[in-house]
């Protein structure tokens, strides 16, 4: 009796894992490996850009911590692989001469500067890019008043937005929060040559990427190594009248927009990251941290993505 009630449940858990897989997005394409996750030194992928020779840079830290160690002191030098093309490439990135040490998050790129936040405090870093070098210097140019966690490029206006990942901690936005629906964290825009705020657009829990074109916004938003990611579509909110105006701790206020009127939300597999649109191609792609294996056991393996991941999305491709 016990081995047949066990075969049931093992059936009834299979059909709800199929059944739970089959309800995610599926990927257009597979892109290239991130690569060193069997490394003990492991790197764990966080942000993504495309090159226009066709590779793409994958930004991420090196954790030499056990996988229930979550201090600061287990994460090590930041770094960005380079990856397909005919062997991955990686560039160690040097601040004040020394390695630069930090959770890292997001990258971006406008003209011939690469950016990169630091994933745990305001700071942005810019280098001047260079995909064959082994190291690249950066220096801080922005210090966010929030978290600054991923990184995005308009080329309709040529700012630079610097997204918070918020899942509960406390700052100085809790007061502006209180009572605004389901908004609780900002991505504000930077100008490029000043690197002074201009604007900001509100954003859902669980932060991890951003992208505006075509006249839309999509949203990569996931926490946890069990839970379902979401990739959101909304009209571009700057498309309407800036709704509100954000108080930043400098006493300065920028324009607030609120996105509404989403257009559609897709589920895909825990721990998506930041995503990036490939205008030529039509495709969104998305690095996930799940590639970290040593850092994130608990991944179910079907459910871990070592490649990054592109997507098609019909109603962010059209204007």
């Given amino acids: 009796m016990r081995v047949i009630l066990s075969a049931i449940v093992l059936v009834s858990c299979l059909v709800w894992a199929q059944a739970q897989d089959s309800a995610y997005l599926p990927a257009r394409e597979e892109g290239p ?57 990686l560039v160690l990135l040097t601040h004040k001469g020394q390695p630069l040490i930090s959770h890292a998050g997001g990258i971006a790129m406008r003209e011939q500067y690469i950016y990169i936040a630091s994933g745990r405090d305001g700071a942005v870093y810019r280098g001047l890019w260079d995909a064959d070098a082994a ?78 074109a075509n006249g839309h916004m999509a949203l990569s938003l996931s926490y946890g190594q069990r839970s379902d990611s979401t990739l959101a579509v909304y009209p571009d909110p700057r498309l309407q009248e800036a709704q509100e105006r954000l108080a930043l701790p400098s006493g300065q206020e920028i324009p607030l927009y609120l996105p509404l009127g989403r257009i559609a939300e897709h589920t895909l597999p825990p721990m998506a990251e930041e995503i990036w649109w490939d205008g030529e191609k039509g495709v969104l792609w998305m690095a996930y941290e799940s590639a970290a294996q040593r850092r994130f056991p608990r991944v179910r393996a079907h459910h871990r993505q070592s490649h990054i991941q592109g997507y098609l999305l019909p109603q962010f491709s059209q204007p």
């Fill in 33 to 89: 490996e991130i690569p060193s996750q069997d490394d003990p030194f492991a790197f764990v992928p966080q942000g993504i850009w495309g090159l226009e020779d066709g590779r793409f840079v994958v930004s991420g830290y090196q954790y030499f911590g056990q996988p229930s160690d979550r201090q600061l002191g287990m994460v090590g030098p930041t770094g960005l692989w380079v990856i397909g093309g005919e062997s991955p490439h």
């Fill in 135 to 212: 190291t690249l210097a950066v220096e801080q140019v922005v210090t966010n008043p929030v978290p600054s966690s991923f990184l995005t490029v308009d080329e309709r206006e040529g700012l630079l937005w610097v997204g918070q990942f918020y899942n509960g901690s406390s700052n100085y936005l809790d007061e502006w929060r209180r009572g605004r629906h389901h908004w609780r964290a900002v991505v504000i825009a930077y100008d490029t040559q000043t690197y002074e705020p201009q604007k900001a657009i509100a954003i859902r829990r669980k932060g991890q990427g951003m992208v505006l």
